[in-house]
């Protein structure tokens, strides 16, 4: 009966389209009351979900992210890739998914991705004749590398939702691999797309313009080996990364471009602060359902349902992707990430998958979510940018979709492809 009320409240309101964060902890306040427990049970919850000290860096990688957007780093790694791949058929298409390539290493979000490159990419590709909806599939499904290459705040929530016990170090560099092999498929695929409908190269601005292009882009760039070479090598914790990130973020917009002013810098604080704000009211809330979910022994239940099915771990790991896909279309990623963690991680690691791999195997399953229809944010963010209905969007989105779904194929059943670089850095 608890479950009941616990899912029965929860699809009522999501169906309603309650915000998620009310809709979790009135689910959860639901349950408990019924249960008998103290109501106040919900927000000591919800508190201790909030305050795990991990969770400092996510604040400021946000921050670090806005002060890139504000301060035009977006505008310089878009020049950078539009010099080194632009010149191939469909060169701006290409040129999207190298530029949230570059981009993602800096800001570690999705949405911040598909804003910023699509803000700059979509104008530019239909004045040269880009079909609005290639430009805008293009941009949403190319922001998904964000959440796997760091500084990718959503792996620090996997880790927390974990209980804190996998290193977010390795799970920073289990992303990278995922991501440039997310990134090639996706360029396969706006190539195999632009030659069909006959879109057109960009000229080759040469080497010595080039390679000026690239000399002012590195400041820009040398943020990600910040991050990742000081938290590998143990100069700084991941939470510390996220602080230099920020100050690293000001010099550069500040004194080597000069492109942040007094507006930029207040406007930057105050969206990181509403970003904020929503993420950490989404992870309270989720903490307390989760917690639920732990009482009533749901992740227990679910591993011994899933043993039921398959001794096969090839058929369970099918299983998940389907499951996290489906539910990946109707939430949001952070709160999927601490509700279901608890849930299949038992699962995955009873069938032999390492936590690190089903880490990233997570993440990319959820970031497709945010990709698809009816709830996702990214995709809303580039049809917005694009001014075009996401009904359009989506007719012919299928390519990037199978270069996405390809993607995890591999990345599910080759756990070398996650597991190398961790592996590498610890010996």
Known sequence: MELTILFGTFAVLLVLGVPIAFVLAIASFAT???????????????????????????????????????????????????????????GLGLVNVMSSTFF??????????????????????????????????????SAIIALMIPPSHNMI????????????????????????????????????????????AEVFPGF?????IFLNAVPGLLLILVIVGGVRSGVFTATESSMIAVVYALLITLLVYRSLSWADFVTATLAAARTTAMVLLVIGAAASFGWLLALLQVPAATVEFMQSLSDNPLVIFLLLNVVLLFLGCFMDM??????????????????????????????????????????????????????????????????????????????????????????????
């Open 334 to 427: 952070s709160p999927l990430i601490i509700i279901t963690t608890p849930i299949f991680l038992p699962v995955v690691t009873a069938f032999g998958m390492d936590p690190v791999h089903f880490g990233v195997i997570l993440v990319l399953n959820l970031g497709i979510g945010l990709c698809t229809p009816p709830v996702g944010s990214v995709l809303f963010v580039g049809c917005a940018v694009g001014k075009i209905p996401i009904m359009q969007a989506v007719r012919t989105i299928w390519p990037f979709y199978i270069a996405c779904i390809v993607t995890l194929i591999l990345v599910t059943y080759i756990p070398a492809i996650s597991l190398f670089l961790p592996k590498m850095f610890a010996n």
């Open 208 to 212: 010595p313009a080039l390679m000026s």
């Open 104 to 141: 993602g290493g800096v800001s570690g979000s999705a949405v911040a991705d598909a804003s910023a490159v699509g803000g700059l990419m979509i104008p530019q590709m239909k004045a040269r004749g880009y079909a609005v909806d290639y430009s805008v599939n293009i941009t949403v499904t």
């Open 32 to 90: 408990i009351v019924h249960m008998g427990l103290p109501p106040l049970i919900v927000f000591q919850r919800m508190a201790s979900g909030m305050s795990a000290f991990a969770l400092m860096a996510i604040p400021f990688f946000i921050f670090a992210g806005e002060l890139m957007v504000r301060g035009a780093i977006a505008e310089k790694l878009v020049r950078l890739a539009a010099g080194v791949i632009g010149h191939l058929r469909g």
């Open 157 to 200: 929530i996997y880790s927390i939702s974990a209980g804190g016990m996998i290193s977010i170090a390795d799970l920073f560099t289990a992303g990278i691999l995922p991501g440039l092999l997310l990134a090639v498929l996706l360029m396969v695929a706006a190539y195999v797309v632009a030659r069909r409908r006959g879109y057109p």
